[in-house]
C-alpha cells in the first residue's frame, strides 16, 4: 500500500519515469542485493535520462531543421577540401557560447543545407536553442508578422534563439523593406547571440544582394566580423533519383 502511494505520488510531481523505474525495482528480485545509495542513482539516473530525451525532442521540434543531419556523419572525400581540425572545434559548440558566426558557402548540392543542419543538430544536442530558417521564408513571416501586428512577438523569439541558422542567403536581391528588415534581426544579435548563415555565394558578392547599400555595410560588417568560415567544394551531393527528383546527402 506504501509503495502505491510513494508512486501515486510520483506521478502526480510529473515523475513517471521515476515512479516507473521505483515500481521496477520492486519486482526486481535482482535489486533486493543493492544499497539504498545505489537504487537511488538508478532512479535519478532513470529520471535523469528522461527529462533530457524529452528537452532534445522539444528542442529539435522547436528548431525545425530542414534535414534529419549529423555531423558524424559527414563525408570527408578528398575534393570537398573540408578541413576535419576545424569541425572538430566547431563541433565542441563554443563559437556559439562566445556569439561568434559561421558562414558556409559553396555551389549547390555542395552540402551546405546539410552541414546547417548538423550544427543545429549538434547544438540542440547541447541544449542551445535553435532554429532555421531559409532567408526568403524568414523576409515573408516579417512582412506577414508587421500586417498582423505580431511582429515584435516575432523579433522577440528571433533575438531570445541563441543559434539562427539562414539558409538560402543571396538567392533574391533584397529591396529596401527587406533590407531593413534583415537588418533588425542582425543588429538585435549582434555580439549577443550566434548566426550561421549558408550561401551559394561566396562572401565577396554578398553586397550585390542589397539594394541599400548602406544597409548592406552595416549587416554585412555584424554579420562578417569575426565569423568562422567553411568553404565546400566539389562535386553535388545531390544523388538524383527519377522517381523522387533528387536527395541532399551529406
Given amino acids: 500500500m506504501l509503495n502505491q502511494q ?3 505520488k510520483l506521478s502526480w510531481m510529473h515523475m513517471a519515469t521515476f515512479a516507473r523505474e521505483y515500481k521496477r525495482q520492486m519486482e526486481d528480485p535482482s535489486c533486493a542485493p543493492l544499497t539504498f545509495d545505489e537504487r537511488f542513482g538508478m532512479l535519478v539516473d532513470a529520471e535523469y535520462t528522461s ?3 524529452r ?4 528542442l529539435l521540434k522547436k528548431a525545425k531543421l530542414r534535414q534529419n543531419a549529423c ?3 559527414v563525408s570527408y572525400t578528398p575534393d570537398r577540401l573540408i578541413n576535419r581540425d ?3 572545434q566547431l563541433s565542441t559548440g563554443m563559437w556559439i557560447h562566445e556569439k561568434h558566426n559561421l558562414i558556409l558557402t559553396g555551389a549547390t548540392g555542395t552540402g551546405k543545407s546539410y552541414f546547417a543542419c548538423a550544427f543545429g543538430n549538434m547544438a540542440c544536442r547541447q541544449g542551445i536553442k535553435t532554429r532555421y530558417f531559409r532567408v526568403p521564408r524568414l523576409l515573408t513571416d516579417l512582412a506577414i508578422a508587421r500586417g498582423d501586428g505580431s511582429y515584435n512577438k516575432l523579433m522577440k523569439d528571433l533575438k531570445g534563439t541563441e543559434l539562427l541558422l539562414l539558409d538560402d542567403w543571396g538567392l533574391n536581391t533584397l529591396d529596401p523593406l527587406a533590407c531593413r528588415d534583415l537588418l533588425e534581426v542582425v543588429e538585435d544579435r549582434y555580439e549577443e547571440r550566434s548566426t550561421l548563415i549558408a550561401s551559394q ?3 565577396s558578392s554578398w553586397y550585390e544582394i542589397f539594394q541599400d547599400s548602406t544597409i548592406a555595410d552595416a549587416i554585412l560588417d555584424r ?3 569575426s565569423a568562422y568560415r567553411i568553404e565546400l567544394s566539389g562535386a553535388s551531393r545531390r544523388a538524383v533519383k527519377p522517381e523522387m ?4 546527402l551529406s
Avoid: F, W
Fill in 223 to 225: 554579420l562578417v566580423h
Fill in 55 to 58: 528537452s532534445l525532442q522539444n
Fill in 86 to 88: 576545424q569541425i572538430r
Fill in 245 to 248: 527528383g533528387g536527395v541532399a
Fill in 51 to 53: 527529462r533530457q530525451n
Fill in 6 to 8: 510513494t508512486i501515486e
Fill in 201 to 203: 555565394l561566396p562572401v
Fill in 71 to 73: 555531423l558524424e556523419d
